[in-house]
């Protein structure tokens, strides 16, 4: 299912992306905290991803969503059509 693999760096961050079909992530699967309300926060208090990993617990549990906090923070990016790992 997956069509393409691609290494990005975004900031200081690498991590690879698959591109597959019908996938969209919006949110850290385990806080249930969608990336669009996330994100609003995070700039308000000018958090990094260490912020908002020891203020919302988002990236602390099982680290999947590390790759899109991270790119969200960096991009403004609240919605992704990518499997993203680091």
Same mark, same amino acid.
């Given at each position: 299912? @997956?069509?393409?693999?691609? !290494?990005? =760096? @975004?900031?200081?961050?690498?991590?690879?992306?698959?591109?597959?079909?019908?996938? =969209?992530?919006?949110?850290?699967?385990?806080?249930?905290?969608?990336? @669009?309300? #996330? #994100?609003? +926060? @995070?700039?308000?208090? /000018?958090?990094? +991803?260490?912020?908002?990993?020891?203020? =919302?617990?988002?990236?602390?549990?099982? /680290? +999947?969503?590390?790759?899109?906090?991270?790119?969200? #923070?960096?991009? /403004?990016?609240?919605?992704? !059509?990518?499997? +993203?790992?680091?």
């Amino acid at each position: 299912m @997956a069509s393409r693999r691609e !290494h990005t =760096t @975004a900031s200081t961050a690498t991590y690879y992306a698959v591109t597959m079909t019908a996938i =969209t992530i919006t949110r850290c699967v385990c806080q249930r905290m969608p990336f @669009a309300t #996330l #994100l609003p +926060l @995070a700039r308000a208090r /000018g958090w990094t +991803l260490e912020d908002v990993m020891r203020e =919302t617990g988002c990236g602390d549990q099982c /680290g +999947l969503c590390r790759p899109y906090l991270r790119e969200m #923070l960096h991009a /403004g990016t609240v919605e992704f !059509h990518q499997v +993203l790992w680091e």
